[in-house]
């Protein structure tokens, strides 16, 4: 309960914030402490501060751009069951865009007046999980930093980029995988993503 | 137990085959009825045959080019967890393909060598699903007829017909919905599928 991160000097003028999973009240003070309104706020946060801190939760909701849950909190938080109606209820409660984490099913991505849906790469082996969603959120804004402009293309893409990263992420123990990648690699990868979905009309 | 179809004259030399999901048995006299064998045999089944008509089943799945079956099942009939190792598994036993159907995930299909990830389009509501399962079987081999060549490139754009309509299924009680949908409303609909999975790399 005494856990307060001070934003280093060097940091508080980032244009891109990405919010891990802590309590909204800690969250909120991380955004307060910014020396000035980021680009792009992402938010991730979980089913237990839906139970424990509903108002704090509100509150930092008005605060961000882009919300990162699973499809049992989407439905928790909206009180909806289907997925477009829990995002259109989530899409008025502050954020501009919802990325609903599927695991193995991938992720659905939502604005107001469009929808995504990202595959997950079916696997053989998952040798070590740990970290995957850690990864996949560090390679979604890592991906719209470096575009330096958040457009619902580049968001399609931000989210097969984290995917991407997740998928090395889950071969071998801890961080392992991840400081072994090449651009090479990663750009195969992609390519894999991209040959998994397309087909011609 | 005494139900034995009658494959008509006029049917004997169909190019296309759908055995819907009846006993294997019941699916084996029809192959056998045929004149010729057909360019494609498509079957549906599922785990009450796995776990009352094994063989019969076994012997049914070296007659035919692609099963159809739901993820819990793809991993009963393979003892394997991981829907990778699944398919590896079943493409041993007969068929060249394998789709794997996840309901309000999509579905999947494999080939030795290939692998697609057809999306499921997020509805809003579902009206009555009844019939959505025949309708994607339907949508599926009729594209694949309609193509009168079966390559996996055809078979990803048969995947993504039969979820389309099967889309429609949904919207309307019974056939109502199926029977008044146009050429129009089709192209726009495989175009919504198109957008929900596309993005630039």
């Given at each position: 309960a005494k856990f307060n991160p001070v934003v280093p000097e060097a940091a508080k003028d980032a244009d891109f914030l990405?919010?891990?999973?802590?309590?909204?009240?800690?969250q909120i003070g991380v955004i307060k402490q910014m020396a000035k309104r980021p680009k792009l706020i992402v938010l991730d946060?979980?089913?237990?501060?839906?139970?424990s801190a509903w108002d704090d939760l509100?509150?930092?909701?008005?605060?961000?751009?882009?919300?990162?849950?699973?499809?049992?909190?989407?439905?928790?938080?909206?009180?909806?069951?289907?997925?477009?109606?829990?995002?259109?209820?989530?899409l008025t409660m502050g954020p501009k865009y919802l990325v609903v984490k599927k695991g193995e099913?991938?992720?659905l991505l939502f604005s107001k007046d469009e929808m995504f849906s990202a595959p997950a790469m079916p696997l053989e082996s998952v040798f070590d999980p740990?970290?995957?969603?850690?990864?996949?959120?560090?390679?979604?804004i890592g991906y719209l930093a470096k575009q330096n402009d958040v457009t619902f293309e580049h968001l399609r893409?931000?989210?097969?980029?984290?995917s991407a990263l997740a998928s090395f992420t889950v071969e071998k123990f801890g961080t392992q995988r991840l400081q072994d990648v090449t651009d090479a690699e990663l750009k195969n990868r992609l390519m894999d993503f991209h040959n998994l979905v397309r087909f011609s009309l």
């Open positions: 990405m919010l891990g999973n802590l309590t909204p009240a800690i946060t979980m089913n237990f501060w839906m139970d509100m509150e930092v909701l008005t605060m961000i751009d882009v919300l990162t849950i699973n499809d049992e909190e989407a439905r928790q938080l909206s009180g909806k069951h289907s997925l477009v109606a829990a995002a259109k209820k989530i099913h991938g992720a740990t970290g995957a969603g850690d990864t996949f959120a560090g390679g979604f893409t931000a989210l097969i980029h984290g």
